[in-house]
Each structure stands twice: as structure tokens, then as C-alpha cells.
Nanobody, 124 residues
Framework: QALLVESGGGSVPAGGSLRLSCTAS????????MAWFRQAPGKEREGVAA???????VYKMAVKGRFTISQDNHKTTVLLEMNSLKPEDTAMYYC??????????????????WGQGTQVTVSS
């Protein structure tokens, strides 16, 4: 069974840090394009960060300079280092993935595979 499994969410005070991890398993592809999205209560899901196979990254403007996305050499695990967290970063964070030939690779739009999400709560 193909899965994206996230871990690393939690509750921190404003200014704190968290590291999210997502590992893919069971897919027929040897590697995947991967990204992070988030959805706060009452809001639409939004792209947070994405990385392509060349290591190029793209970030939502509100997190640029505070969040860092990275991927392992096998391109099946993606990390999101989150620093200087703010209350407005509170959301369910989802890992997303697409096949390696996807034109969406490295973008913040429209991925095919999704994890179950991990909650991030930042208190003021």
C-alpha cells in the first residue's frame, strides 16, 4: 500500500522550532517530487514549500527565511525545518507527492498523493 507518513508535529510557543518529516513507501516510483502544504481551521489548504530534483526550492512568502525544505538522496523523504514559528503558522501540515515526471514538481500546486497530516500548534 502506497503511503506518505508525516511526523514531527506538536505544540510550541511562538519563536520555537519544529522539524516535520515525511517518508514515502509502497510507490512504484523510485523517487518522488515532494512538498508541504498546510490548512488552518476555516481556511483553504495552501502550499508552504516544495523542492525539485535539482534541489531548487520554492516557499510561501510568509514562511520564507524561517522554513527550510530538504529531501534525502533517495528522494523519498522530505523534511521541513520550521524556525521562528508564529501563531499564524498553526495548521495541519500535509506532505504531498507527485511522480518524478510531473510538471508540478517543485511547485506549490496540485499534487497527486497526500499524507494524513500532522498538527502544528504555535501559542502566543
Amino acid at each position: 500500500q502506497a503511503l506518505l507518513v508525516e511526523s514531527g508535529g506538536g505544540s510550541v510557543p511562538a519563536g520555537g522550532s519544529l522539524r516535520l518529516s515525511c517518508t514515502a513507501s509502497g510507490y512504484s516510483y523510485s523517487n518522488l517530487c515532494m512538498a508541504w502544504f498546510r490548512q488552518a481551521p476555516g481556511k483553504e489548504r495552501e502550499g508552504v514549500a516544495a523542492i525539485d530534483f535539482g534541489g531548487r526550492t520554492v516557499y510561501k512568502m510568509a514562511v520564507k527565511g524561517r522554513f527550510t525544505i530538504s529531501q534525502d538522496n533517495h528522494k523519498t523523504t522530505v523534511l521541513l525545518e520550521m524556525n521562528s514559528l508564529k501563531p499564524e503558522d498553526t495548521a495541519m501540515y500535509y506532505c504531498a507527492a507527485d511522480p518524478p515526471f510531473s510538471p508540478r514538481c517543485g511547485s506549490l500546486q496540485g499534487y497527486t498523493y497526500w499524507g494524513q497530516g500532522t498538527q502544528v500548534t504555535v501559542s502566543s
